[in-house]
């Protein structure tokens, strides 16, 4: 085993599944990944996952925390505001096969994401096909974990993630894609496509690929994640997160170099991650581990 060192060059929440991102300098580290991240999900009246794999104008909307409060915004909208204390009805939902208990955060919620989602033909489709959109909000009193044949048996807890609760990407990752999106004349792409929570700058392109864990000196307190399954990639990293509109450059180019025998051939970009030191336990009055950008990491290699 050996060790390369590095840092953290960027910090990314996504507090509603699928919609903008937000990139923060600092971020406390939870059990289910960082704090707010993915604690929200848009659903369809039967309460299963929307995405921008089936609306990519999500990705126009933008989200914050604030005090008490999560506010969206969107284009050509004005600005919803919700207390992040107050839900409604209880209801079921179901996201990538797992159904889990979530709270509805309400009607004005509601019509708002389909007053903006509907505007596009896409949108306008799904409402009339799936009913009117939710807004909901995770309930954490029941757990939702990862795989355990990826963990090798580790309870590593998610909120509405794909799969498990961190993603690691390298700056030297998005360069390489670059050089070879601009070679096939198209033009280069943000690391906010790829919606990554941690990026590492002082890698070699994919060196993160054979990562077998990232230790931090946090606060004191040793932070190890275990980076345990490649980022099997979707139709996502082809919407232009300025326009909420999809081509296939990146996947194309992905696929020409990205391909992963080991899942059966699916293109991947990242490593999913997952915490197994330093957390602060749940009855604990320790603060939780705060990352941040500019800090230093040790990588620790699988050879």
């Known amino acids: 085993m050996s060790s390369v060192a590095a840092s953290l060059a960027q910090l990314w929440v996504y507090p509603v599944k699928s919609c903008a991102g937000?990139?923060?300098?600092?971020?406390?580290?939870?059990?289910?990944?960082?704090?707010?991240?993915?604690?929200?999900?848009?659903?369809?009246?039967?309460?299963?996952a929307i995405t921008q794999r089936q609306l990519?104008?999500?990705?126009?909307?933008?989200?914050?925390?604030?005090l008490s409060d999560i506010q969206l915004k969107a284009p050509?909208?004005?600005?919803?505001?919700?207390?992040m204390n107050e839900v409604e009805a209880p209801m079921k939902v179901e996201v990538w096969g797992d159904t889990v208990p979530a709270y509805d955060m309400g009607q004005l919620a509601s019509q708002w994401l389909g007053d903006f989602l509907g505007q596009t033909e896409r949108g306008q489709q799904l409402l009339k096909q799936r009913g009117p959109l939710h807004l909901v909000r995770f309930d954490p009193e029941h757990?939702?974990?990862?795989?355990?044949?990826?963990?090798?048996?580790?309870?590593a807890l998610n909120q509405f993630s794909d799969g498990f609760p961190l993603l690691v990407v390298s700056e030297a990752s998005l360069a390489e894609l670059n050089r070879r999106l601009t070679e096939a004349g198209h033009a280069a792409v943000g690391m906010e496509r790829f919606r990554p929570n941690l990026v590492l700058s002082g890698l070699?392109?994919?060196?993160?690929?054979?990562?077998?864990?990232?230790?931090?000196?946090?606060?004191?307190?040793?932070?190890?994640l275990q980076l345990v399954k490649?980022?099997?990639?979707?139709?996502?990293?082809?919407?232009?997160?300025?326009?909420?509109?999809?081509?296939?450059?990146?996947?194309?180019?992905?696929?020409?170099?990205?391909l992963d025998a080991g899942l059966k051939g699916e293109v991947t970009f990242g490593m999913n991650a997952i915490v197994t030191e330093g957390l602060v336990a749940a009855d604990s009055e320790e603060d939780e581990p705060v990352l941040r950008v500019s800090q230093a990491c040790q990588l620790l290699t699988r050879a």
């Open 230 to 258: 490649p980022c099997g990639r979707c139709s996502i990293p082809d919407v232009n997160p300025q326009t909420g509109e999809a081509d296939d450059a990146v996947g194309q180019v992905l696929a020409s170099y990205r």
């Open 22 to 48: 937000t990139s923060v300098l600092a971020s406390a580290l939870t059990e289910t990944g960082l704090e707010w991240d993915r604690a929200w999900m848009v659903t369809d009246a039967q309460g299963r």
């Open 204 to 224: 070699s392109a994919h060196e993160e690929d054979q990562l077998r864990a990232l230790r931090m000196d946090v606060g004191g307190r040793s932070v190890t």
């Open 143 to 155: 757990p939702r974990t990862s795989d355990p044949a990826w963990t090798g048996g580790v309870k």
């Open 76 to 83: 050509g909208m004005l600005g919803l505001h919700l207390s």
């Open 56 to 66: 990519p104008a999500m990705a126009l909307i933008t989200t914050r925390i604030r």
